[in-house]
């Protein structure tokens, strides 16, 4: 009769991390909140490995994720859950006006954790970006839009539109009027333009799940497509 030999080490091994992780869960162990998968994210916190992770769990704790998005620099309205079809509409959302600083180029309905996720983009990414190529800040934000109920372009799943859970982002304008625009300016003369685009996309993967641009398709070279959905694409 064959035995089957298992070697220990990888069950040790993972009944360990099971018990730290239980431990940690049940706060028996400490570690910084940075560190802490099971602490919610908090957006002056430089985005590190945890922070996809902590921004989608709040998918499932609206009120802590409405706390969350209070300490940041968005002016908002929470708006009530509504469905509009079989796999269309959204839940935990927030109304963004176009009054903040940045300012939108209009209002929005989005997710919460969407807009957590854009709270700690627009501060660790988006600005300091604009720091180092320009040396001044972003003020106005061009957007194409959240909400829509319609499926991923080409193909027949919901896109993350059809939950609020994408926005499109087509420019932006800085404090001395220079307009950023990904139509002109991907693949445009002025190297430092490019630059920056191309910081905010990278920058972008760290913080959302999805993020598509002009290198993804041609439907996406005039926007960066911005999403919280269930899976990660950095293109
Ligand atoms: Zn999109």
Same mark, same amino acid.
């Given at each position: !009769? #064959? ?74 309205? =929470?708006? =009530? ?13 927030? #109304? ?5 600083? =940045? ?11 969407? !807009?957590?996720?854009?709270? $700690? /983009?627009? @501060? ?7 720091? &180092? ?6 003020? #106005? ?8 109920? @319609? =499926? ?13 859970? %994408?926005?499109? $982002?087509?420019? !932006? ?18 190297? @430092?333009? &490019?630059? /920056?685009?191309? +910081? ?7 913080? /959302? ?8 398709? %041609?439907?996406? @070279? +005039? ?11 950095? #293109?």
């Amino acid at each position: !009769m #064959r035995r089957l030999c298992v070697h220990p080490l990888p069950l040790i091994l993972g009944l360990g991390l099971a018990g730290a992780g239980l431990a940690l869960a049940a706060g028996l162990i400490r570690i910084p909140d940075r560190w802490n998968p099971f602490a919610p994210p908090v957006i002056a916190d430089a985005p590190n490995l945890l922070t996809g992770w902590k921004i989608a769990r709040l998918k499932d704790a609206p009120d802590q994720c409405l706390t969350v998005l209070k300490t940041g620099p968005l002016s908002f309205t =929470p708006v =009530p859950d509504r469905q509009t079809a079989e796999t269309c509409g959204f839940e935990n959302a927030v #109304r963004v006006g176009n009054a903040g600083d =940045p300012r939108f180029s209009s209002g929005f309905t989005a997710s919460c954790p969407l !807009m957590v996720a854009w709270s $700690i /983009f627009e @501060r660790h990414v988006l600005q300091p970006a604009a720091r &180092r190529h320009f040396a001044s800040r972003v003020t #106005r934000i061009d957007h194409l839009g959240t909400y829509a109920c @319609r =499926p991923v372009r080409g193909g027949s799943t919901p896109s993350q539109h059809a939950t609020a859970n %994408a926005i499109d $982002i087509a420019g !932006m304008v800085l404090a001395d009027g220079t307009r950023i625009s990904l139509t002109h300016d991907w693949s445009g003369d002025d190297a @430092r333009k &490019r630059a /920056f685009l191309r +910081d905010l996309r990278d920058g972008a993967c760290e913080v /959302f799940r999805g993020v598509l641009g002009p290198d993804y398709n %041609a439907a996406h @070279r +005039d926007h960066f497509h911005l999403d919280m959905g269930r899976w990660t694409i950095c #293109r």
